[in-house]
């Protein structure tokens, strides 16, 4: 392989590696957002606990798929 060839297998692999933590960082965001809206205080009015609820575990579903799951089928080798 040229030189030119190792330097874009490393440029690819720095742009997955960026991809992949961006990717955990946003699903962690949204966790965060979701255990937020989860937070419900008492004086809430009641129309909009449900909504909150709701999105609420919506939000932590969909951040486990975005932040975890990559982590761990990468841990258990189903990602090469």
Known sequence: ????GF???RTRYRARTVRRRLTIA????LLLAGYALLAVSPD???DWVLF???AGFALL????GVAVLPLLSRIT???D
């Open 1 to 4: 392989m040229t030189e030119s």
């Open 7 to 9: 330097d874009q297998l």
């Open 26 to 29: 946003v699903g962690l965001l």
């Open 44 to 46: 809430t009015p009641s």
């Open 52 to 54: 909150r609820v709701f």
């Open 61 to 64: 579903f969909i951040g486990f």
């Open 77 to 79: 080798g189903g990602d």
